[in-house]
């Protein structure tokens, strides 16, 4: 009985991880065969190592609990957008930053064998403020994605998403049939729409979580530009209360032409805070920030509020005539020192998402001939965010593919500063993934 309470005691450790509930029942029935034993005069030395462990993994399980439920800190004052007084002044603007109006998605990953045409679909929830509605990204398995955007938005045949494999194949301005894509009050998510793609097939899904167990998400850097071929920038993609879709009692109905489509299981079939999950997600908060965009061939001339230049919600700080800060949302991009363009010099700039939505550090170059400079940033440390509970602590360590992949993105521009032109462009050394000839016929 001792050394059975040994073991029970041992296997409670790692399940504390994955399922509170069924680590303290495992612990309680190590300490019930360890008292016993005892009392019966019998293994006394494993009985009181499996106290002793038992100990242990109420201590790992309290931890547990206290991390899963501990508030969140504020956001960090040095994110504040309050003016400066200095001098206004024109001053050459030689980056930016632009924030897309992606405000919640889902990722519907299928099976290997779900479709001949797509990996997956990922509705996302659009809001332009006078206008609202849903986009539907087709993944296709050769790399390429479709763009769908229902009637309530405006059409944007252009869009290229240069960010997301090798960018965008077909656009189509369509009915998706009234889409759905919220959370309720009891954090659950509700996703229907109804679309015909291009391959002129009918396209159903109806995502319905029914669980009413609690479960605390994850904050998260989305790896989205990891398999980009040709960026037009760095996707910073932060995924507020980042959550894979739950299994209990779940809906989970996807259909192409009445045919049933699967969604891809967890590649490793474990509880996660003792729910089953699908590797299905979706996120309720996005705040998606395109890093120094490409593809305007002049720099913009501006006058700054004292040290500041505003557009729309976006901060710009200025040093002199040099930039020193931009604050998009919860992000700070802080130039150490100030990008100066007139001087040959090198720098750091510290890309701080607040709170606890991690950082990333780039180097940056400025050689300078004449009028004409080149300027290069090299992104090469990620500090991921901190996350809640042990096993997302292992799966988002500053050593996983969350924090590697953004190092292999760098960007260079060559700038007049006499006429204000500008070449520019943006580097990934390492697209992840490439096309599976079993499913586009090479």
């Not at 400066?84 to 050459?92: K, P």
């Not at 006058?303 to 919600?313: E, L, Q, V």
């Amino acid at each position: 009985m001792a050394w059975v309470a040994v073991v029970l005691a041992l296997v409670a450790l790692p399940v504390a991880v994955l399922d509170v509930r069924s680590s303290l029942a495992m612990l309680a029935g190590a300490a019930a065969a360890a008292v016993f034993a005892l009392s019966q005069g019998h293994g006394v030395w494993p009985a009181r190592g499996a106290l002793a462990i038992a100990l242990v993994g109420v201590l790992l399980i309290g931890w547990e609990v206290w991390d899963l439920r501990r508030p969140f800190p504020g956001t960090a004052p040095s994110v504040s957008s309050d003016r400066n007084d200095g001098q206004d002044r024109e001053v050459l603007l030689p980056l930016r930053v632009d924030r897309a109006p992606i405000t919640r998605l889902a990722l519907l990953q299928f099976a290997d064998d779900g479709d001949s045409v797509y990996e997956g679909l990922e509705p996302q929830f659009i809001d332009r403020g006078a206008e609202q509605g849903i986009r539907i990204i087709g993944y296709r398995h050769d790399g390429h994605v479709d763009l769908y955007d229902d009637l309530t938005l405006t059409p944007e045949p252009e869009e290229e998403s240069r960010v997301t494999g090798r960018g965008r194949l077909t656009y189509r301005h369509t009915d998706l049939g009234r889409p759905i894509l919220e959370v309720d009050d009891q954090s659950r998510i509700h996703v229907e729409f109804s679309f015909v793609d291009v391959e002129g097939r009918r396209i159903t899904a109806g995502i319905h979580e029914r669980t009413t167990r609690r479960s605390t998400p994850m904050n998260l850097l989305a790896p989205v530009g990891s398999s980009a071929a040709d960026p037009e920038y760095f996707p910073l993609f932060l995924m507020h209360d980042f959550e894979f879709i739950r299994l209990g009692g779940s809906d989970l109905d996807v259909h192409i032409d009445d045919r049933p489509v699967t969604l891809a299981g967890f590649p490793v079939p474990l509880p996660i805070q003792g729910q089953w999950r699908s590797f299905a997600k979706y996120m309720t908060d996005s705040e998606i920030i395109a890093v120094f965009p490409t593809g305007h061939a002049h720099l913009q001339r501006v006058t700054t509020d004292g040290d500041t230049h505003r557009d729309g919600d976006t901060v710009y700080v200025f040093d002199g005539p040099h930039l020193g800060r931009i604050i998009a949302g919860s992000t700070e991009f802080a130039f150490e020192p100030a990008l100066d363009l007139t001087q040959a010099g090198r720098g750091t700039v510290i890309m701080t998402s607040h709170p606890e939505l991690g950082r990333i550090t780039a180097g940056y170059t400025v050689e300078v001939q004449g009028h004409r400079t080149r300027l290069a940033i090299d992104v090469n440390a990620v500090e991921v965010p901190r996350q809640r509970g042990l096993l997302y602590r292992y799966i988002v360590s500053d050593s996983s593919m969350f924090a590697t992949w953004p190092t292999a993105y760098r960007y260079e521009a060559r700038i007049d500063r006499g006429s204000g032109s500008i070449t520019s462009a943006w580097i990934n050394e390492r697209p992840a993934g490439t096309p599976n000839p079993s499913r586009t016929g090479g």
